[in-house]
């Protein structure tokens, strides 16, 4: 159990447009989830906390208007990059926890690329 | 939460038993030490975690310290497999609180 699915794992999109990725709980609930970026060799940097039916909570420093979090339902939270440009590009990973004591399931990841 | 030093990176041959470590000298009573491990391009998988006790699962061993300051994962039969980065993160457990990744350790498992 606990499995966690991100769609897409790559994009590719044009500088100046949107791009929304999406991340699903599929057989467990999740009320929260955490949206995270990678660069190259880097580790993961967490971005923001992603909460049903409530705002997101962005970490210092991430731009709430760029990085668009929206957590409709108990099992998807949508990260959407607004007006991508060239440094976004990035590995965003998405993660969920039953809320229990055995540690969180992430998704595979995405990989953007804007050219 | 608690913060944690590794090494930057470690070598282990094909078959041999891998031990990390990790220091986490300012770790709270109530925190456990988590490990995940992220293969390349993949997303972070969880391994273990324990509070105080080792612990054992089909993947890993964990040792701590009486004093919790720090610990050691160990990959009793490394595979090329396990060429990973291994982060180890110390929080709270249960709830919903947010798991903060510091710069782990690159394990190379070479033939």
Redesign the interface.
């Known amino acids: 159990g606990a499995v966690?699915s991100?769609h897409p794992s790559r994009v590719i999109c044009k500088s100046g447009t949107s791009v929304k990725i999406e991340c699903r709980s599929l057989d467990f609930q999740a009320?929260?989830m955490?949206w995270?970026r990678q660069f190259p060799k880097q580790?993961?940097?967490?971005m923001a906390?992603s909460n049903e039916g409530s705002k997101a909570t962005y970490e210092q420093g991430v731009e709430k208007d760029k990085f668009l979090i929206n957590h409709a339902s108990l099992t998807l939270s949508t990260l959407t990059v607004t007006s991508a440009h060239p440094e976004d590009s990035s590995?965003y990973?998405c993660?969920a926890?039953k809320?229990?004591?055995?540690?969180?399931?992430?998704?595979?990841?995405t990989?953007l690329t804007v050219v | 939460d608690a913060k944690t030093t590794q090494p930057t990176s470690m070598d282990c041959a094909e078959g041999r038993a891998a031990n990390l470590p990790c220091n986490h000298s300012t770790i709270s009573g109530n925190e456990y030490v988590y490990w995940y491990r992220q293969i390349h391009s993949q997303g972070p998988q969880y391994i273990i975690h324990g509070l105080k006790n080792n612990e054992t699962n089909e993947m890993a061993s964990l040792i701590i310290t009486e004093d919790r300051k720090s610990s050691t994962l160990i990959l009793p039969h490394a595979t090329l497999r396990d060429t990973a980065v291994y982060y180890c993160i110390v929080r709270v457990a249960g709830g919903f609180q947010k798991l903060v990744f510091g710069t782990g350790t690159r394990l190379l498992v070479s033939p």
């Open positions: 966690v991100q009320t929260t955490f995270y580790s993961l940097m967490l906390t590995f990973i993660s926890s809320g229990q004591g055995d540690g969180y399931t992430f998704g595979s990841g990989r």
